[in-house]
């Protein structure tokens, strides 16, 4: 069993920055891509980055040139640097993992999510 802990939301003033962590724990044989997702009230829940285990990124239009994805592989962990908030990007924030663990029979990959972190930016 894994699981995907997410921290570093919060409240900030627009303009501001803030750094979302995500460390997946458990059984992990390996992990692929991860990236964050939000949610907004009465929104869909929409992706705002990837990175791949090879260290790609894509991110989403809304945030490109603002905000940083990135991993520490040694440590299963993935970030989001956010700059230059803005009150659109309040959100709940969650991390997505898809991650493999091996079982006697062989190897699963699944789709894990975290959470979930609130990010609220308002003055």
């Known amino acids: 069993q894994v699981q995907l802990v997410e921290s570093g939301g919060g409240l900030v003033q627009p303009g501001g920055s803030l750094r979302l962590s995500c460390a997946a724990s458990?059984?992990?044989?390996?992990?692929?891509?991860m990236g964050w997702y939000r949610q907004a009230p009465g929104k869909q829940r929409e992706l705002v980055a990837v990175i791949t285990s090879g260290g790609r990124t894509n991110y989403a239009d809304s945030v490109k040139g603002r905000f940083t994805i990135s991993r520490d592989n040694a440590k299963n962990t993935v970030y989001l640097q956010m700059n230059s908030l803005k009150p659109e990007d309040t959100a709940v924030y969650y991390c997505?993992?898809?991650?493999?663990?091996?079982?006697?029979?062989?190897?699963?990959?699944?789709?894990?999510w975290g959470q979930g972190t609130q990010v609220t930016v308002s003055s």
């Open positions: 458990g059984s992990i044989f390996s992990i692929n891509a």
């Open positions: 997505n993992a898809a991650i493999a663990v091996q079982f006697p029979a062989g190897i699963r990959t699944s789709n894990e």
